[in-house]
T-cell receptor, first 118, second 115 residues
Framework: GAVVSQHPSRVICKSGTSVKIECRSL??????MFWYRQFPKQSLMLMAT?????????EQGVEKDKFLINHASLTLSTLTVTSAHPEDSSFYIC??????????????FGDGTRLSIL | AQSVSQHNHHVILSEAASLELGCNYSYGGTVNLFWYVQYPGQHLQLLLK??????LVKGIKGFEAEFIKSKFSFNLRKPSVQWSDTAEYFCAVKGSTSGTYKYIFGTGTRLKVLA
């Protein structure tokens, strides 16, 4: 159980293109979804937290207009990298959690998306 | 500042050796603690978690971790590693501030087990 599907797994596109990454919880309802960025040999850096039906909470230093997050349903969140540039190339990972009372639920991770901007 | 520190970046062990990976955190409020594992080519998976109660937590595949509040530590242990334990291990802290939960991950430890 607790499967999170992230799509696509790899994207290569030209500078200036907008790229959309989908994150779906397949067998549970995800009240909260998280988007991370991972640089080579570094830890996961939380970009934003999104709760279904409300605006995402972005971490300091993450541009809201650059990384658009939509969490329209309990099973789907999307991250759109707008007008992507080479410096946006990275590994993006989503995770989903069902936050019941007490907030003691773990995250379940997708496989990640390798984004390469030429 | 909130942070998670994993002291060992790379660990190489022979099969049957004992393992201990260090994790220290800095967080002012109540925390939940996790260890995640990422096997080559796979996504992050939960190994074990601590929320409350017995500070010695047992997880999957023979792993355990001990929460020592006074030391702000949550070290991961396994008495006898196997080749299949080769993976990257991440310690994570989930803390609550004003009702908002936030996860912070350590930089990870790459474990290589030699057959």
């Amino acid at each position: 159980g607790a499967v999170v599907s992230q799509h696509p797994s790899r994207v290569i596109c030209k500078s200036g293109t907008s790229v959309k990454i989908e994150c779906r919880s397949l067998d549970f309802q995800a009240t909260t979804m998280f988007w991370y960025r991972q640089f080579p040999k570094q830890s996961l850096m939380l970009m934003a937290t999104s709760n279904e039906g409300s605006k995402a909470t972005y971490e300091q230093g993450v541009e809201k207009d650059k990384f658009l997050i939509n969490h329209a349903s309990l099973t789907l969140s999307t991250l759109t990298v707008t007008s992507a540039h080479p410096e946006d190339s990275s590994f993006y990972i989503c995770s989903a959690s069902f936050e019941g009372t007490g907030g003691n639920q773990p995250q379940h991770f997708g496989d990640g998306t390798r984004l390469s901007i030429l | 500042a909130q942070s998670v520190s994993q002291h060992n970046h790379h660990v190489i062990l022979s099969e049957a050796a004992s393992l201990e990976l260090g994790c220290n955190y800095s967080y002012g409020g109540t925390v939940n603690l996790f260890w995640y594992v990422q096997y080559p080519g796979q996504h992050l998976q939960l190994l074990l978690k601590y929320f409350s109660g017995d500070p010695l937590v047992k997880g999957i595949k023979g792993f355990e971790a001990e929460f020592i509040k006074s030391k702000f530590s949550f070290n991961l242990r396994k008495p006898s590693v196997q080749w299949s334990d080769t993976a990257e291990y991440f310690c994570a802290v989930k803390g609550s501030t004003s009702g908002t939960y936030k996860y912070i991950f350590g930089t990870g430890t790459r474990l290589k087990v030699l057959a």
